[in-house]
């Protein structure tokens, strides 16, 4: 059994191009660092609205900066994201591994840049609930496994679900 040790901490950031990152706990098992990140926003439109947007395709295609997007969202389908992202190809493969739909999105992903050989993974669970005044509470929990010489992760939930809050209180309907 590998000796894993745990850091809990709502206090020191990790840093990575200039966006901090309060992890809800860093472990690590060996040259393996697994990071924790949650994320939820109240958003005023009603569940079925944000449900009907995270789970349409194109969607995904342009939050997620993917050129294609490959798959189906719903349970046990895989998908294929290809895309640029900082000037680089990279290709990130996964599988929703639960729809519940207007409560959750769960699934896996596997990123790497331009060769497996660069991969890590992560799993996402979205969570959405009503909030009883017509608006909508989504809350992110990712959690990412990275070798120490791989980079941090730089999806910042926070900022990403504040996009996604901008976009559907500011269309009509």
Request: cysteine-free.
């Amino acid at each position: 059994m590998k000796n894993i040790q745990t850091v809990i901490s709502t206090e020191v950031p990790i840093i990575y191009n200039g966006t901090d990152f309060i992890p809800v706990s860093l472990s690590f098992a060996g040259k393996k660092r697994i990071l924790t990140r949650d994320a939820s926003i109240r958003i005023l439109r009603p569940v079925s609205v944000v449900w009907n947007t995270l789970t349409d395709r194109e969607f995904w295609k342009s939050f997620f900066f993917y050129d294609e997007f490959q798959g189906e969202i719903h349970a046990f389908s895989e998908f294929i994201g290809r895309g640029i992202r900082n000037g680089k190809p990279f290709q990130e493969h996964g599988e929703f591994t639960a729809v519940r739909p207007g409560l959750l999105i769960q699934y896996h992903v596997w990123h790497w840049g331009s060769s497996p050989e660069q991969d890590s993974d992560s799993g996402v669970t979205i969570s959405f609930r009503d909030t009883g005044t017509g608006a909508a509470k989504i809350t992110i929990l990712q959690t990412w496994r990275v070798l120490d010489d791989e980079t941090r992760p730089s999806f910042d939930w926070d900022v990403q679900l504040l996009r996604i809050k901008t976009l559907l209180e500011n269309i009509s309907g």
